[in-house]
């Protein structure tokens, strides 16, 4: 049976922390840029929630296993319905095989519709179904969700990356390093191959982090930063701000042409339509973003070969859809999903929520024939357990002594970024293999 629940809310932006700013700024202006967030964006409508049958929670050894999966649909802005339903399908999946670990596996989910109560919401339904985690979901609002997980001690597994909650709470288990890894990856990239670059990016409290993110990289090569472009984030033309962009570029120096980074999340595809209009007359500009505000079915429908991507840049956190480690999935998707359009194997969240569970199921199979619990999970986590995901990530283990701690991200352990380019139309790896951003959030305040 199918519970739902609704109600009318507010809005508000989530603040989140990320890097240290650029040389040149006190400690106290660093500070403020590490309480803002990442990308996101907001909008608010009604709360559902959903629950695989029989879904009771569980704990001993033959009780169902229960775990929750959110993400925001139906919305006026950022929307990943294929996180859910991969989950539901993930759990159909197991289950015919005899469960995990000889459990069988209940799957709740819950629409967080990009707003605060709601998501609140979707944590407390957790709490109340006694779910031993929340795995692969998608959530802009940590201030409201990690509280009360935090207070139930309910592990949350595999987040979208959104928030720097989930790169410091001792909760929280990523396994990418979200929109600090990406947007220094790319910046990193277009050093050395982009003349002058702008940033168009969502007006508002998260998006104003973006430049410090998309500047560690560029600095790292010896470019100069990028010019910051704030964009309405749910406009539905971008008409006067492709111009804006263009005649910059147009004004650039040096032989590279200049570069337009458009990160607008779900409203990146409506920008790139009116860039095209607006490029005609710059051929040379090129463009670059990343994994979640495009993907192959958004470079499709803006002309493929003949449209704006061509040449782009993109990074992402995993390898290209096409490589042999995603054989699992598109298995799992052709046996249970089949005909669910929103679960696609290319996209990033569905991807994400993939590797969350494929952590679930080896962390309960570390517990053998005993209990599975909230508790449980969380100690074989933190007890140092070391998860493979079959070449999509290096082998995750979380600790509070990492790489990242000095900048503020102890729970980021994965700071691979995969370089992809548009080739004739096609989203295709432009390197083999990954690329370690580590070092370039280490030094992101510095020149």
């Known amino acids: 049976m199918t519970e739902s629940c609704g109600y009318m809310t507010g809005r508000r932006p989530i603040r989140s922390t990320l890097p240290g700013g650029l040389r040149g700024r006190s400690r106290a202006t660093r500070t403020g840029v590490l309480s803002a967030g990442a990308l996101v964006a907001c909008a608010s409508l009604a709360v559902g929630c959903g629950v695989v049958p029989g879904a009771t929670g569980g704990s001993g050894d033959d009780d169902p296993i229960t775990v ?62 006694n779910a031993v985690a929340v795995v692969g979901s998608y959530s802009q609002y940590a201030d409201s969700f990690f509280p009360v997980l935090e207070g139930a001690r309910i592990p949350y597994i595999g987040g979208y990356g959104l928030t720097n909650t989930e790169f410091t709470s001792p909760l929280s288990y990523p396994v990418n390093g979200g929109q600090p890894a990406l947007l220094a990856g790319l910046g990193s990239a277009l050093a050395d191959s982009c003349g002058p670059v702008t940033l168009v990016r969502p007006d508002t409290i998260a998006g104003d982090q973006l430049p410090v993110l998309l500047d560690s990289g ?48 779900d409203r990146t595809g409506t920008f790139m339509d009116s860039f095209r209009r607006a490029s005609e007359d710059h051929p040379d500009v090129r463009t670059a973003t990343v994994l979640g505000s495009v ?93 493979g995901t079959g070449g999509l990530t290096p082998d995750l283990r979380w600790t509070f002594a990492d790489k990242l701690a000095s900048v503020g991200f102890p729970r980021l352990v994965n700071a691979d970024v995969t370089l992809q380019v548009v080739r004739e139309g096609r989203l295709v790896s432009a390197r083999q293999g990954a690329v370690d951003t580590t070092r370039t959030l280490q030094n992101a305040d510095v020149a």
């Open 295 to 387: 993907d192959q079915t958004t470079i499709n429908a803006s002309g493929g070969a003949s449209g704006p991507y061509e040449g782009a840049y993109v990074t992402g956190w995993y390898p290209s859809v096409g490589a042999p480690a995603w054989d699992g999935l598109k298995k799992l998707i052709k046996e249970q999903a089949f005909g669910n359009n929103d679960v696609d194997a290319a996209d990033a969240g569905v991807q994400t929520t993939w590797i969350a569970y494929t952590v679930l199921k080896e962390v309960v199979e570390s517990l053998g024939d005993g209990e599975v619990s909230a508790d449980t999970v969380r100690r074989a986590l933190d007890g140092g357990l070391e998860v």
């Open 218 to 265: 560029l600095s790292s090569g010896g470019h100069e930063r990028a010019h910051d472009q704030r964009a309405a984030e749910d406009a539905t033309s971008y008409d006067d701000q492709s111009g804006r962009a263009l005649a910059r570029e147009g004004t650039g120096q040096g032989e590279e042409p200049g570069c337009v980074v458009p990160v607008l999340g």
């Open 68 to 129: 929750m999966t959110w993400a925001p649909q139906d919305t006026g802005a950022t929307n990943k319905p294929g996180m859910p339903a991969l989950a539901q399908a993930y759990a159909r999946w197991v289950n015919s095989q005899g469960g995990l670990g000889g459990r069988k596996l209940n799957v709740l989910t819950c629409n967080d519709h990009n707003d605060s109560v709601a998501a609140a919401k979707c944590a407390r339904r957790a709490v109340k179904e």
